[in-house]
């Protein structure tokens, strides 16, 4: 694996959740005049179509937690690739409904699974306290994701098969750079953080009032999402390449949206719903009364991008406020719910429109936002104690949300966890007088080595591996054929060196981390790749 730094992991996890959620899902709106078109499907059925990536990815949201500790953060984003090139590709070649359809929802599993293993890989190379902001340039992917898709709609009018197929292969890119620079590591929360509150003691009222919240805004926003480009189309006569420029304004709008969110959040975020609601609202009214002013039409975009990832930002600090401990449940529950709204509100959207008009349609569902927008005093603001007398700044904002999630057994906030070997690595770095370089070298070792847990033999070997590291005992790596495996279990920490890659500890059953492996290690260091060291603090080591 490569290393990479919280700033490359930042930029790396924005690239990929701009293909699996700018490209893979939200980007099937704009192309809806060209598909609806050349497939001769109704409004009704569009609609339905418009829903499944949304029902997939609630499907996979719900078992990405599972999947990712067992899989690993690498193996699980490589998944989520696959089914991104599966279903972009199958849409490239889709003939009917049907086949549409199956691209659509293998669009969204993509979406689903990817970014709990991003937050699988950000737990194990991120330092927590950049946590905040690796998560808001992470979510600025999917605004980046919709302006990348806007040439392919002006540029190659008519093309939306040519265009899917680039995506698919920008999606094939990611797969392999996930391969690559991702780590395997499996585990979400981390072993040293408190467990979380018991399942009574949650605040269920708070999370229903989310959940329901969540919900709205996704079902009124779902008429914006798959039926903007078609309205534009169908009811102002403008050209299909002119859509683009609405796509262009929600993402360059939306790439503020997570500024806004954080802002919202430090001051009062009821207010600010009932505001983003007014205004998401707001952009469907005005693109049904102005659908052939291109001007007020990309106007409207502008205000749905800010308001729409204003709110999903609100919601998933919210979300992680509220389940304290819950990693992978906190920051994925307010979108499961808004994808939930979604895939309830396109249909309803598409059968609306048949019966009414466009402008009818998105008349209702602006009114309905509005009245939620209404109801915003009801939503779920900062969790504070009874007696807390003021909100200070360092208590709110995405960043003081993961801090607030992560705690260790007192209370405070979790600190980055420690490697054993810190204290001997920062000396060697002072006695180096600030060596940037640190140099490790591995050397056969021909001796017999042999380890010990008590009288029992756990290891016996002539084929061991000296690895000398700067600041470090010399380690010996035993071929695993060579230890006896059928006594270690593999436990559940998980450490990343930068200059090893991604290790995998193992236990005895009263003894617990005694040795480690490297099985996929960094491209310099694969002679230890199926060796073990042991811990020899733990363990006697005798060498002959």
């Known amino acids: 694996m490569k290393s990479l730094s919280s700033t490359g992991f930042a930029i790396f996890g924005a690239a990929l959740i701009a293909i699996t959620y700018g490209l893979a899902r939200f980007a099937f709106g704009l192309f809806v005049p060209q598909i609806r078109d050349e497939l001769a499907l109704s409004t009704y059925v569009i609609g339905i179509i418009g829903s499944l990536p949304l029902i997939s990815f609630l499907l996979a949201t719900a078992v990405a937690p599972l999947i990712t500790n067992r899989l690993g953060a690498r193996y699980t984003a490589v998944l989520s690739g696959l089914f991104g090139v599966a279903g972009l590709l199958l849409i490239s070649r889709a003939s009917d409904a049907m086949m549409l359809g199956s691209g659509v929802f293998s669009c969204g599993i993509s979406t689903g699974l990817m970014m709990p293993a991003l937050t699988a890989g950000m737990q194990a190379i991120v330092k927590r306290s950049m946590h905040g902001r690796v998560s808001s340039v992470m979510n600025a992917g999917t605004s980046i994701g919709l302006i990348v898709a806007v040439p ?84 102002g006569g403008l050209s299909s390449a002119s859509t683009g420029w609405l796509w262009l304004a929600v993402g360059i709008a939306g790439l503020g949206g997570a500024v806004a969110a954080d802002l919202a959040d430090r001051n009062n975020p009821p207010i600010t719903h009932a505001l983003m609601l007014m205004m998401l609202a707001a952009s469907l009214v005005l693109l049904a009364a102005s659908p052939a002013q291109t001007v007020l039409a990309t106007f409207s975009a502008l205000v749905f991008g800010l308001a729409y990832m204003s709110l999903t930002g609100l919601y998933l600090m919210t979300g992680i406020r509220l389940l304290p401990g819950r990693l992978s449940v906190g920051p994925v529950l307010p979108f499961m719910a808004v994808s939930l709204g979604q895939a309830a509100g396109s249909p309803v959207v598409g059968a609306l429109v048949d019966a009414f008009d466009y402008a ?14 209404i109801l915003s005093p009801f939503y779920p603001g900062h969790i504070y104690q009874v007696g ?65 847990h008590g009288d029992t033999l756990l290891a016996d070997t002539g084929a061991a591996i000296e690895l000398r590291e700067k600041g470090y005992p010399p380690r010996h790596y035993i071929p695993t054929v060579d230890v006896d495996m059928s006594r270690l279990s593999v436990s559940a920490t998980v450490t990343h060196c930068p200059f090893k890659g991604d290790s995998t500890y193992y236990s005895l059953p009263d003894l617990a981390d005694i040795a480690w492996s490297y099985d996929r290690p960094n491209d310099d260091m694969d002679a230890i790749a199926g060796y073990l060291a042991f811990d020899a603090d733990k363990v006697t080591e005798r060498v002959e």
């Open 152 to 235: 392919t709609v002006l540029f190659m009018v008519g093309a939306w098969r040519l265009a899917y197929l680039s995506f698919a292969i920008c999606a094939a890119l990611g797969v392999m750079a996930a391969w690559l620079f991702l780590p395997s590591v499996s585990q979400i929360t981390p072993a040293n953080a408190a467990p979380p509150a018991p399942l009574r003691e949650l605040p269920w009222s708070r999370l229903i009032r989310l959940t329901i919240f969540a919900f709205v805004m996704g079902f009124v926003s779902s008429a914006y999402w798959i039926f903007a480009p078609d309205l534009v189309v169908t009811l």
């Open 360 to 373: 009818g349609a998105f008349s209702i569902f602006a009114s309905l936002g509005i009245l939620v927008a």
């Open 388 to 452: 807390d007398e003021e909100i200070v700044e360092e208590d709110t904002g995405l960043q003081a949300a993961y801090d607030h999630q992560l705690q260790n057994e007192e209370g405070e906030p979790l600190e980055d966890p420690e490697d054993p070997q810190d204290d001997a690595e920062q000396t060697a770095d002072e006695n180096a007088n600030d060596d940037v370089t640190h140099p490790i070298s591995l050397h056969p070792h021909s001796n017999r080595v042999r380890v010990y």
